[in-house]
């Protein structure tokens, strides 16, 4: 089976899980990210080596490089390369035989079918045959995984999936603009009410952000990062018992990867033929 080039755009929690499944599989993959990252669940998106250089995510190290030249390199070495790219401008150049919009923004940021003879989109703002070729399902339910092949994927409601009884509880927005400093990290305990995070104003004011729920701290965002009023910078896991989950691939980021996977198997395998 021939090995495809890979260009996935993101690098936040799902398409991570995404890049660990096609990594996993043999398959060399390079990351486009933007300047400045928000995923909040940090601990398992290769984002954060657009911040700290490397990212280690269950045992797959994404490396920041500069030029699509040093990917090459990183690959040797069992690596997968993450390059700052945010319009995929290098895709002229690298002419990827497979391309990955993994943003998950909910609408499209400039991912065209002719950047690749396959293209992929994850989730909702996106049209079969018109921005992709093909698009997998990511909200939560019973066709979560599914492979589309005409239309769209379900739009997105808004509303963050049920996790032990908790929806859109589970995700804390920021009540004004200003820089976040955090109070409580990621896989930390904390009970409604408490404050986890400040958020730094215009005015030098430190306007708190309370747990929304009793649960364990999942995601928050880059101490430091400055936030506009309604910025996601959170979530809480009600479920007490499972702090590894604040550290490992989420089950939705699985089932998402393994169609990806699926799609990219069937690709090398029909140009082999």
Request: aromatic share 4%.
């Amino acid at each position: 089976m021939i090995n495809p080039k890979i260009i996935v755009r993101g690098g936040g929690d799902l398409a991570t899980g995404v890049i660990h499944r096609l990594w996993s599989a043999g398959f060399k993959v390079l990351v486009l990210e933007c300047a400045q990252p928000a995923a909040i669940r940090r601990q398992v998106a290769l984002s954060e080596a657009v911040y700290q250089g490397e990212a280690m995510v269950e045992g797959m190290t994404g490396v920041l490089i500069h030029s699509p030249q040093e990917a090459q390199s990183v690959w040797e070495a069992g690596r997968v390369p993450v390059l700052i790219d945010e319009t995929c401008a290098c895709a002229a150049e690298l002419q990827p035989d497979i391309l990955i919009d993994a943003i998950i923004a909910k609408r499209n940021l400039g991912t065209k079918r002719s950047l690749a003879p396959l293209t992929i989109a994850l989730g909702p703002g996106f049209t079969v045959g018109e921005d992709v070729d093909v698009i997998v399902e990511t909200k939560r339910g019973h066709n979560l995984g599914r492979i589309i092949r005409s239309g769209s994927a379900a739009p997105n409601s808004g509303v963050p999936g049920n996790i032990g009884g908790f929806s859109k509880e589970r995700v804390l927005h920021a009540e004004c603009a200003g820089v976040l400093h955090i109070v409580r990290d990621i896989g930390s305990l904390v009970e409604k009410d408490e404050v986890i995070a400040l958020i730094e104003n215009e005015q030098g004011e430190q306007v708190p952000v309370l747990a929304t729920l009793t649960g364990i701290i999942r995601g928050m965002i880059r101490e430091g990062f400055v936030v506009t009023q309604g910025f996601k910078i959170a979530d809480i896991d009600p479920r007490q018992e499972e702090l590894a989950n604040c550290f490992t691939i989420s089950d939705k980021a699985r089932c998402i990867a393994g169609s990806v996977l699926e799609l990219v198997c069937r690709y090398a395998q029909e140009k082999q033929k």
